[in-house]
Structures are given as structure tokens and as C-alpha cells.
């Protein structure tokens, strides 16, 4: 009887490490605040929407790559601030496998089609007409950028307009890891 | 300590623990004089089994120890439920976005919700832990994680989309909301009208520099509001648009679905409801079931000893052997 009893406690003992044992793996930052910031070393999630062309796209089509996301809007007066040094940054990267994706929130097809053909902005330009990419990377304003490494998850997000020179220095993390 | 009283204790405090996993929310099972009741119980079967294996209640009381160890497992995986699960506590949050849940050292990602999830008011909100599977809950299901039960509560939301009078569609902020980028309404506020409180929102359309509030208007009061036949009786949202200098550009009620014209804007509410999280500590279930097998084990063990071990008249054949 004593024997089984002791076996009965071992029994629990195990339960109870078995439930409470924490696990492995990558950490989730779970103290953070909130904003884009929080994000870095979290999957990249990915939704399906269309290009301003019409032609279905998403993030996830760009795994493998290194990837400058933009969230913006046309009314948004620093996005539009922002552009050319995106597209700059674009034009400089993007022989080196680099894809700067601007992923317009919550507006017509129509509306960022044209101001992007206006502006001379050749990155391809998403449509979230749902904004469903602003809520996933926690947006606090736009722009907003993340850059995502090639293995698929985030290594930055920043709330704010930048310069061409804080978008290098953003991105050089992501290419350094190879 | 005779054995009646002790399995009728077991009894007890099985039943308790079982009740506060079936119903986690319940205030009692938070409560100091829940945890004490299971402990002076875990003291009684303790103190009966101790004598029991000494041999103070016989054969019958030997064998009776294995359910009460059955039992001291249930009650001491309340105990601990009590002492090391979380607090209750309600997560709201915008689909798309992701809570931290520290006490389960978790992360709730709240699943994107388009205009026909938030109708259909089925999304899941998944639950991540590092080294550990994904834990999807559904609306209607439950589902346990450590000392905790994770289930959700459905809370009122609209999808509102809003275009402009050519038809563009027009980005939605929500700029005194964390998630500043969703069009999906969760009406954490009250207004008050004609003496009822009311679920109440507010969201920015900021390429037309327009806010907008929003008031969750219940079934009972659109029967005597200006809304198609069809609609009476149904929700609907009130919206009423102000610039962004404070000045008002009007009032319009829009029925569930339906487009309503107001200061230059097309806005069209989809009413449903998005899930709240709902986190309680609740007893381990594996831990929980093995007690209380453990404990029917036990019984059934003693029974077969009593039915083994009784007056051989019983089963004393005849004297004419006939």
C-alpha cells in the first residue's frame, strides 16, 4: 500500500511538473507596450489582397527574401513625405534581392494607382482595403515600416516617417543575416 | 476518523473541484474560503489514511486508501488552481492584434475579421507558447492550459466601411484605440440616450478629416425609429459625424448591412460580435481525471474486498447438498 501510495505521489508530482513546465523555443516578448516595435522576432502573418494592378499578392509570396514593408495611405501627408526615399531605397536594393512593398490601407485601387503612377513609384504597391496588415503589425499612425528577414520573421518595426539613411540602417540587420 | 466520513469528505471535495471546472467563472471558486474548505478536507483525508495504513480500519480500510488518494489529488489540484492560476480576466482586443497573456506565459493572437466573420460572430482567437502547439478557441468551446480555462465571450462590434461619394473606399482609424488601423468597432464605451446606456464608439476617416461616433442601438429600440419594415427590431448604429474642429455634419441611423449617406460619405455598418477572451484559473484536467479514476479504483478495490470478505453463511451450500 505505502508502495502504491508513493507511486500515486510520483504520479502527481509528474502532473504538475508536466503542467506547469514553461517549454522551449523561441521567446515571445510579452512585456512589451505595444506598436510596431513589439513585433521584432515575431512570424511575419501574411493576408491575401491585390496588387493595385488587380493580380492577387500577399507577403507571404515574398518569403525568402528580405523585405521593406510600408504601410501608408494617400491622405497620410509624411507617408507621402516618405516615398521617394523609399523608392530610392528600392532602386538601390533591390538588385540585391531587397523588396520594398508599400501596402496601401483601407483606400481604393483606384486612388493609390494614381498617385503612385503620378509620384513615379515603380515598388509594388498592395491594396488592404480591409487594413488588415495595420492591425496585425500593431500600426499606431503611418507610415509605419517592418522589415522582415528572410526567414520569415520580423526584425524591425518602426512607427514614423524615416529617411533614406534610417531605412539603410534599419535594413542592414536582415541582410547581415544570412 | 472513521471511513464513511472520510469518503464521504472525498466525495466533497471531488464534487467542489469538479464544479469549478465546470463552471470556471463562478465567484466562489476565487475565493479564500473555497481554497480553505479544500484544505481542511486534504487534512482530513490525510490524517484518515495515515491511520488506515497503520492498520487502525482493517483490510477494507487499507484498500479504501487508494480512493483517498484519488480524491487527495482532485482536491490538491484545486488547491493549487486556487493558489497558482491567474486572476479571472476579460482580453478585448482588435482582430489582427496579439495581447500578451503573462500569467500563461502566452500570447492571444486575435484572428483577422472581415465584414461576414463579424456577422457570423465566429472567430477563434488562438492561443501561442513558446515549445508548445497552437491552442485555437472557438466560441463555443473551452479549453485548458496549466491551472487555467480559456473561453470566449462574445461582445458586441461592427465592421464599418466607409466610401467616398464617388465610391473609393476610405481608410477608418480609430485613433483613441491601440489598434489605430481597424475598422472593426468593439463599443468599449456607453452613451446614454432616452435613459439606457449604450455600447458606444468612435472612428476618424481622416482623408475627409471626419470623425464619427458610433452608438450601438439594441433591437428594442429600432421599432420606433425611422428604419425599413425589414429592419425594425434588428440592431442598428447610430452615426453621428462631426469635422475635425467639432462641428456636427449630421445624424443617420443605419439598419444592420445598409448604406447610409451623410456628409459627403457612404457608411455601411455590419453588425455581429467579435470574441472577448475570458482566462480563468480552473484545476488541471489530466491531473483531475487521474484522481478521480484513481478514486473509483479505490472504491471498486474496497468493494471486491467487502464483497470477498463477507460472512462465508452467504455462500454456505446446504446440509442435503441437494
Given at each position: 500500500m505505502r508502495t502504491f501510495l508513493a507511486a500515486?505521489?510520483?504520479?502527481?508530482?509528474?502532473?504538475?511538473?508536466?503542467?506547469?513546465?514553461?517549454?522551449?523555443?523561441?521567446?515571445?516578448?510579452?512585456?512589451?507596450?505595444?506598436?510596431?516595435?513589439?513585433?521584432?522576432?515575431?512570424?511575419?502573418?501574411?493576408?491575401?489582397?491585390?496588387?493595385?494592378?488587380?493580380?492577387?499578392?500577399?507577403?507571404?509570396?515574398?518569403?525568402?527574401?528580405?523585405?521593406?514593408?510600408?504601410?501608408?495611405?494617400?491622405?497620410?501627408?509624411?507617408?507621402?513625405?516618405?516615398?521617394?526615399?523609399?523608392?530610392?531605397?528600392?532602386?538601390?536594393?533591390?538588385?540585391?534581392g531587397v523588396i520594398v512593398l508599400g501596402v496601401d490601407q483601407g483606400e481604393a485601387s483606384r486612388v493609390a494607382a494614381k498617385y503612385a503612377r503620378e509620384h513615379g513609384v515603380t515598388y509594388p504597391i498592395l491594396i488592404d482595403e480591409d487594413q488588415q496588415y495595420g492591425r496585425a503589425y500593431a500600426a499606431v499612425g503611418l507610415p509605419t515600416t517592418i522589415v522582415i528577414g528572410r526567414d520569415g520573421h520580423i526584425v524591425k518595426g518602426i512607427d514614423g516617417q524615416l529617411t533614406l539613411a534610417q531605412m539603410r540602417e534599419a535594413l542592414a540587420p536582415a541582410l547581415r543575416a544570412q | 476518523m472513521n471511513r464513511v466520513t472520510a469518503l464521504a469528505v472525498s466525495v466533497v471535495c471531488i464534487g467542489l473541484v469538479v464544479a469549478q471546472d465546470v463552471a470556471p467563472l463562478a465567484d466562489f471558486f476565487h475565493t479564500w474560503q473555497y481554497a480553505t474548505a479544500l484544505a481542511l478536507g486534504a487534512l482530513v483525508l490525510i490524517a484518515y489514511a495515515n491511520a488506515a495504513l497503520k492498520g487502525q480500519d482493517g483490510m477494507l480500510g487499507k484498500r479504501c486508501t487508494l480512493a483517498i488518494a484519488g480524491a487527495l489529488v482532485v482536491t490538491l489540484t484545486g488547491i493549487v488552481s486556487g493558489l497558482l492560476g491567474p486572476d479571472t480576466q476579460r482580453v478585448t482586443h482588435a482582430p489582427g492584434t496579439v495581447a500578451p497573456i503573462p500569467d500563461l506565459h502566452a500570447a492571444a493572437f486575435f484572428t483577422a475579421a472581415d465584414a461576414q466573420s463579424i456577422a457570423a460572430g465566429n472567430a477563434p482567437i488562438v492561443i501561442r507558447r513558446p515549445g508548445h502547439r497552437d491552442v485555437e478557441v472557438g466560441p463555443n468551446e473551452r479549453r485548458f492550459l496549466q491551472s487555467s480555462v480559456l473561453l470566449l465571450q462574445p461582445t458586441h462590434a461592427a465592421f464599418v466601411e466607409v466610401r467616398d461619394a464617388s465610391g473609393d473606399r476610405l481608410t477608418v482609424t480609430q485613433p483613441t484605440n491601440a489598434s489605430f488601423l481597424s475598422p472593426v468597432l468593439l463599443f468599449p464605451n456607453e452613451q446614454e440616450i432616452a435613459g439606457k446606456k449604450l455600447p458606444f464608439d468612435t472612428f476618424a476617416v481622416p482623408a475627409l478629416q471626419r470623425v464619427v461616433k458610433t452608438v450601438y442601438l439594441p433591437g428594442e429600440m429600432t421599432t420606433s425609429l425611422r428604419v425599413p419594415p425589414s429592419y425594425a427590431g434588428k440592431p442598428a448604429l447610430l452615426f453621428a459625424v462631426d469635422d475635425d474642429r467639432g462641428s456636427s455634419h449630421g445624424i443617420a441611423i443605419a439598419p444592420d448591412g445598409l448604406d447610409v449617406t451623410i456628409a459627403g460619405m457612404r457608411l455601411r455598418g455590419t453588425i455581429g460580435s467579435y470574441p472577448t477572451l475570458v482566462v480563468a484559473s480552473a484545476p488541471e484536467p489530466i491531473a483531475l481525471a487521474a484522481g478521480v479514476a484513481l478514486f473509483l479504483a479505490g472504491i471498486t478495490w474496497m468493494l471486491i474486498g467487502f464483497v470477498a470478505g463477507r460472512p462465508a453463511a452467504l455462500t454456505v451450500k446446504s446440509p442435503s447438498g441437494s
Open positions: 500515486a505521489a510520483a504520479i502527481v508530482a509528474v502532473l504538475v511538473v508536466i503542467a506547469f513546465y514553461p517549454g522551449g523555443g523561441p521567446k515571445l516578448n510579452l512585456n512589451a507596450t505595444g506598436g510596431p516595435r513589439m513585433l521584432a522576432g515575431a512570424p511575419a502573418q501574411s493576408f491575401p489582397v491585390k496588387r493595385i494592378d488587380g493580380a492577387a499578392d500577399g507577403l507571404d509570396r515574398y518569403r525568402g527574401q528580405v523585405v521593406v514593408m510600408n504601410l501608408w495611405a494617400t491622405w497620410c501627408p509624411p507617408c507621402r513625405e516618405e516615398m521617394p526615399a523609399l523608392q530610392k531605397l528600392y532602386e538601390e536594393y533591390h538588385p540585391r | -
